[in-house]
């Protein structure tokens, strides 16, 4: 079962990355002893994805109701996911943890990876919630009984998704420096309560610099409006460039302390802007921009080459998106009919569209190849047993395509038939990337007065 297991893990793995446009930043995992924390958004699809960019076997924190689930419980064990009990759960149950944090231990003194959730569940708010002290302790247990010189290091991932609930939206699979544990070893042999308090603070800010923390959900669509107007006012991005979310995040990370600052500190000034970008964001919309923006004019050379281009592309691929969709479309219309009847909250959206697509897609490919051999022999069924998953990724790059064109062919009519609506538009960008500007320098300004404030006698200064 063990070889079944990690089979059956790493396609569901795969198949989390296929559902999602997955994107990578920062290092890869470091060798040795490592644990890796991670944010829990998304239910199954985060530790699917973080196995997925880990790029070695690691070893799954999971908690102990997973494994009851018939044969998703032994897939689990199999591959040697340790348990854990929550008061929630089982209250009665919690003396088993310390056979899972010893065990934990052992992994990371023989030199292995582990995965943990430290904010103890899958969460719907847009920030990252307060983390459990169990990582910590469990790096500073590997390192004391190894005499400090394990080098254990803990890897804050990073998971943020565009709309996690759709499928082939975009998520980023961010990693940040990697933490030294031993570097704790004179506060945990004086004070392993404050240690491990310490140690959780200093993971907790590293998951907060790899993840877009939003005071109030409200200010997401703030965020991405005022990210895009304001790297098109500074000209860092073309204005029919569309960036990839991993290129877009520290600017949207910035944004959302920004906004969360000023939410508190000025709730009238923050009203004020709130207003003005929403009335951007609408005037975008109804020009179909998406998440590009409005080119400041449109030349008939580049106009009538991308024409050609797009519509050889489109032309070329669309015989075999044909093909595709109807090889693809029942289990496609199988899964998305699963998640209507059952209607999950938006946070196991993904993860049951999952689940039923890895019933659904598997048996359809082997009806199709057994169909194909059936009617035209074995040379037909290897034929079919190829293509077929080849049609579904050209299918995939064609719809992308094709939805980026239809938005561009949209926005060129409406600017066309609504060019003062164009003006406006300018307009406003000028006039918000300035207040943006404005309210930047007097937010930094007050971060530097606290940090002057904390680190003057009397202040409490950060570690």
Same mark, same amino acid.
């Not at 140690?199 to 005022?226: F, Y």
């Not at 060129?412 to 300035?434: G, W």
């Given at each position: 079962?063990?070889?079944?297991?990690?089979?059956?893990?790493?396609?569901?793995?795969?198949?989390?990355?296929?559902?999602?446009?997955?994107?990578?930043?920062?290092?890869?995992?470091?060798?040795?002893?490592?644990? *890796?924390?991670?944010?829990?958004?998304?239910?199954?699809?985060?530790?699917?994805?973080?196995?997925?960019?880990?790029?070695?076997?690691?070893?799954?924190?999971?908690?102990?109701?997973?494994?009851? *689930?018939?044969?998703?419980?032994?897939? /689990?064990?199999?591959?040697?996911?340790?348990?854990?009990? %929550?008061?929630?759960?089982?209250?009665?149950?919690?003396? %088993?943890?310390?056979?899972?944090?010893?065990?934990?231990?052992?992994?990371? +003194?023989?030199?292995?990876?582990?995965?943990?959730?430290?904010?103890?569940?899958? %969460?719907?708010?847009?920030?990252?919630?307060?983390?459990?002290?169990?990582?910590?302790?469990?790096?500073?247990?590997?390192?004391?009984?190894?005499?400090?010189?394990?080098?254990?290091?803990?890897?804050?991932?990073?998971?943020?998704?565009?709309?996690?609930?759709?499928?082939?939206?975009?998520?980023?699979?961010?990693?940040?420096?990697?933490?030294?544990?031993?570097?704790?070893?004179?506060?945990?042999?004086?004070?392993?309560?404050?240690?491990?308090?310490?140690?959780?603070?200093?993971? $907790?800010?590293?998951?907060?610099?790899?993840?877009?923390?939003?005071?109030?959900?409200?200010?997401?669509?703030? @965020?991405?409006? $005022?990210?895009?107007?304001?790297?098109?006012?500074?000209?860092?991005?073309?204005?029919?460039?569309?960036?990839?979310?991993?290129?877009?995040?520290?600017?949207? %990370?910035?944004?959302?302390? &920004?906004?969360?600052?000023?939410?508190?500190?000025?709730?009238?000034?923050?009203?004020?802007?709130? +207003?003005?970008?929403?009335?951007?964001?609408?005037?975008?919309? #109804? /020009?179909?921009?998406?998440?590009?923006?409005?080119?400041?004019?449109?030349?008939?050379?580049?106009?009538?080459?991308? *024409? !050609?281009?797009?519509?050889?592309? &489109?032309?070329?691929? &669309?015989? =075999?998106?044909? !093909?595709?969709?109807?090889?693809?479309?029942?289990?496609?219309? @199988?899964?998305?009919?699963?998640?209507?009847?059952?209607?999950?909250? *938006?946070?196991? @959206?993904?993860?049951?569209?999952?689940?039923?697509?890895?019933?659904?897609?598997?048996?359809?490919?082997?009806?199709?190849?057994?169909?194909?051999?059936? @009617?035209?022999?074995?040379?037909?069924?290897?034929?079919?047993?190829?293509?077929?998953?080849?049609?579904?990724?050209?299918?995939? $790059?064609?719809?992308?395509? #094709?939805?980026?064109?239809?938005?561009?062919?949209? =926005?060129?009519?409406?600017?066309?038939?609504?060019?003062?609506? +164009?003006?406006? &538009?300018?307009?406003?960008?000028?006039?918000?990337?300035?207040?943006?500007?404005?309210?930047?320098?007097?937010?930094?300004?007050?971060?530097?007065?606290? #940090?002057?404030?904390?680190?003057?006698?009397?202040?409490?200064?950060?570690?």
């Amino acid at each position: 079962m063990g070889v079944i297991g990690r089979s059956v893990v790493r396609t569901a793995a795969w198949a989390a990355g296929v559902y999602y446009r997955l994107e990578r930043a920062g290092p890869g995992l470091p060798d040795g002893p490592v644990l *890796i924390v991670t944010n829990h958004p998304n239910m199954l699809m985060d530790p699917l994805l973080a196995l997925r960019v880990a790029g070695r076997r690691v070893r799954v924190l999971a908690k102990a109701p997973l494994f009851e *689930i018939p044969l998703f419980g032994q897939v /689990l064990r199999s591959v040697g996911t340790l348990p854990l009990y %929550r008061v929630q759960d089982d209250p009665e149950q919690l003396y %088993r943890n310390r056979l899972a944090f010893e065990e934990a231990v052992d992994v990371l +003194r023989g030199g292995g990876a582990l995965l943990t959730f430290p904010e103890g569940g899958s %969460r719907t708010s847009p920030a990252l919630g307060p983390l459990k002290t169990g990582a910590a302790r469990v790096a500073l247990a590997a390192e004391e009984e190894s005499d400090w010189r394990l080098g254990v290091k803990i890897v804050p991932l990073g998971l943020t998704y565009h709309r996690k609930h759709r499928f082939r939206s975009r998520v980023v699979a961010g990693t940040g420096a990697p933490i030294v544990v031993a570097e704790w070893r004179c506060d945990y042999e004086s004070d392993r309560l404050r240690a491990v308090r310490s140690l959780t603070e200093a993971v $907790a800010q590293g998951l907060e610099r790899q993840t877009l923390n939003l005071a109030d959900e409200s200010d997401r669509q703030l @965020v991405e409006t $005022a990210e895009l107007l304001y790297a098109r006012s500074k000209g860092s991005a073309r204005p029919r460039q569309r960036l990839a979310l991993g290129e877009r995040l520290p600017q949207m %990370r910035r944004f959302a302390e &920004l906004f969360a600052w000023l939410r508190v500190s000025d709730p009238e000034r923050y009203e004020q802007l709130d +207003r003005s970008l929403r009335d951007y964001a609408r005037s975008l919309e #109804r /020009l179909g921009s998406g998440e590009a923006d409005v080119p400041p004019r449109y030349e008939v050379g580049p106009v009538v080459r991308y *024409i !050609l281009r797009q519509a050889a592309v &489109l032309g070329l691929g &669309l015989p =075999l998106a044909a !093909l595709a969709a109807i090889a693809w479309y029942v289990p496609y219309f @199988v899964s998305n009919l699963v998640c209507r009847l059952i209607k999950p909250e *938006i946070e196991m @959206v993904a993860t049951t569209k999952l689940l039923a697509g890895i019933i659904a897609y598997p048996a359809a490919y082997l009806a199709w190849i057994f169909l194909a051999g059936k @009617v035209a022999g074995p040379a037909a069924a290897a034929l079919t047993a190829l293509a077929l998953p080849l049609l579904g990724f050209v299918a995939l $790059a064609w719809i992308h395509r #094709r939805e980026e064109v239809w938005e561009d062919v949209k =926005l060129f009519f409406q600017v066309v038939h609504r060019p003062r609506l +164009r003006e406006r &538009l300018a307009e406003q960008r000028a006039d918000l990337a300035t207040r943006l500007d404005a309210l930047s320098a007097e937010w930094s300004e007050a971060l530097a007065e606290r #940090r002057c404030l904390e680190g003057s006698p009397g202040g409490e200064s950060s570690r």
